[in-house]
Nanobody
């Protein structure tokens, strides 16, 4: 069984920064892809950024490109999402997810494991 635990959410003013963490336990993620999704009130969950553990390629949605950075610490089996220049529209519950597949996917249905989510609130 795989568990994902997010942390680092909170409330900030527009222009501020937060770093989210996603600690994975249960097995190592050398064969998994990981991604961050978010869900704003009244909206569907959407992907934000992701990467494959097997290479250094990272993926970002246009809405966060240049502001968010996804990184990982293999030794700690942890992924991070550094969020800078936050905007009120970034307000959402952020989830990390893991997929046991070789190719990167933006589809929610392709992810096998999910964290419980962490709230990010950005005020104007």
């Amino acid at each position: 069984q795989v568990q994902l635990l997010e942390s680092g959410g909170g409330s900030v003013q527009a222009g501020g920064s937060l770093r989210l963490s996603c600690a994975a336990t249960g097995r190592t993620f050398s064969s998994y892809n990981m991604a961050w999704f978010r869900q704003a009130p009244g909206k569907e969950r959407e992907i934000v950024a992701g990467f494959r553990w097997t290479d250094t390629t990272t993926y970002y949605e246009d809405t966060v490109k240049g502001r968010f950075t996804i990184t990982r610490d293999n030794a700690k089996n942890t992924a991070y999402l550094q969020m800078n220049s936050l905007k009120p529209e970034d307000t959402a519950i952020y989830y990390c997810a893991a997929a046991y597949r070789s190719s990167y996917s933006r589809r929610e249905a392709d992810y096998d494991y999910w964290g419980q989510g962490t709230q990010v609130t950005v005020s104007s």
